[in-house]
């Protein structure tokens, strides 16, 4: 099937659907200038290996050099602004398509974009919290810090750790519910995920139907309904048009 056929059916999936969910992942966040863990040649990621450097292991082992080296560049989302493709899962959910997005990624873009119902499954990056009294700081006071050369302490002497799930740690209450979230829905349409990060990737699993937008290979396309290889940004502003016409 071409892709023009693709996006016919992938409209057609969201019509038929009665309760519909989107996982986005990395690759939903590309065209906002945000590298992802596994397209090739982005450099950002080939010089370090975040499973071991922003791990909750390497920040225990040494928190300055967490902040300094392993975990800097997820300060980069903090600058990055929604493009299209955020944009028009926000009308989806607005107009009844969708009921929210669940996403792995941290940069926050989703709400930035207008979503309301979003499920961070791998946290966020607008505060961090103690890791002595669990005191929740803004990120700007850890920026800060970290612009210092500094990490972060609390008033009470420990260090403050980020709101993201880092390797190595448990999941959050967030996936949890998209666990259950998924289960009640009939649709998922994952966006910019090779669906390697376990257990994020177990989520497609709860639902009868999916569709992958990704521009790689993913861990589900042999057992997706759909799977359109392309850019998120025009495939969605693309479906929004066929939703657009009824
Ligand atoms: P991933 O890096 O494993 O996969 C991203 C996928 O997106 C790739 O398969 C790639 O082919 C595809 N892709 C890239 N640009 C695209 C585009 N414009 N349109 C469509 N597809 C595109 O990402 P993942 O599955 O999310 O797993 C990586 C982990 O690291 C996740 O937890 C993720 O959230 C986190 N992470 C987050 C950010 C962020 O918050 N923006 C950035 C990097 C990594
Ligand atoms: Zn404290």
């Given amino acids: 099937m071409g892709y023009q056929e693709d996006l016919a059916k992938l409209a057609q999936m969201f019509k038929s659907s009665k309760r519909a969910i989107v996982l986005t992942g990395a690759g939903i966040s590309t065209e906002s200038g945000i590298p992802d863990f596994r397209s090739p040649g982005t450099g950002l990621w080939e010089k370090m290996d975040p499973m071991e450097e922003a791990s909750r292991q390497a920040f225990a082992r040494n928190p300055v050099r967490f902040y300094q080296h392993g975990f800097a560049p997820f300060f980069m989302v903090l600058e990055a602004k929604p493009n299209p493709a955020h944009e028009v899962l926000a009308w989806m959910e607005k107009e009844g398509f ?86 009640k829905c009939d649709l998922m349409l994952v966006v910019g995920s090779s669906l390697e990060v376990s257990p994020a990737n177990s989520l497609p699993q709860q639902v009868d139907r999916v569709a992958i937008i990704n521009l790689g290979p993913t861990g589900y396309d042999r057992k997706a309904d759909l799977v359109i290889r392309e850019k998120a940004g025009r495939t969605l502003l693309e479906l929004k048009e066929l939703l657009q016409k009824g």
């Fill in 98 to 183: 969708i009921v929210g997005v669940i996403t792995q990624n941290i940069d926050g873009l989703h709400q930035k974009a207008g979503s309301r119902n979003v499920r961070e499954v791998h946290g966020h990056m607008r505060s961090g919290t103690c890791t002595g009294c669990r005191e929740v700081y803004p990120v700007s006071y850890i920026l800060e810090e970290k612009n210092q050369g500094r990490a972060p302490k609390c008033d009470c002497g420990s260090y403050i750790r980020p709101d993201v799930t880092l390797f190595g740690d448990p999941m959050p209450n967030d996936f949890w519910q998209s666990v259950q979230e998924a289960q």
